[in-house]
């Protein structure tokens, strides 16, 4: 089991962007699908973003158009690309390894990153 780390959070302006990093510590060819996930206070954690080895992502609805994940299977590595940020995307954010189809995490979770969007 790959253990990941996240970073790239941070402190944004609304309208603002941001782009998360996760990196693993093996290799991530073979995982089929990869998600970011965030925690806001008070709330379950929620699927942001997944993609599949193929390339095909999927989104929630309140970030559709503005982020944007990605994956460098060479580089073991997932990205979130984060624009115009508002203040409900404040969270902390977390990546995993994830259920084909329904994106249900299944690996450990990680310390995650914190996602502050504040005027």
């Known amino acids: 089991q790959v253990q990941l780390v996240e970073s790239g959070g941070g402190l944004v302006q609304p309208g603002g962007s941001l782009r998360l990093s996760c990196g693993a510590s093996?290799?991530?060819?073979?995982?089929?699908?990869m998600g970011w996930y965030r925690q806001a206070p008070g709330k379950q954690r929620e699927l942001v973003a997944g993609?599949?080895?193929?390339?095909?992502?999927k989104y929630t609805d309140s970030v559709k158009g503005r982020f944007t994940i990605s994956r460098d299977n060479a580089k073991n590595s997932v990205y979130l690309q984060m624009n115009s940020l508002k203040p409900e995307d404040t969270a902390i954010y977390y990546c995993?390894?994830?259920?084909?189809?329904?994106?249900?995490?299944?690996?450990?979770w990680g310390q995650g990153t914190q996602v502050t969007v504040s005027s």
């Open positions: 093996g290799s991530i060819a073979r995982i089929y699908a």
């Open positions: 993609i599949t080895n193929g390339g095909t992502a």
């Open positions: 995993n390894t994830a259920r084909m189809g329904d994106y249900v995490p299944f690996g450990s």
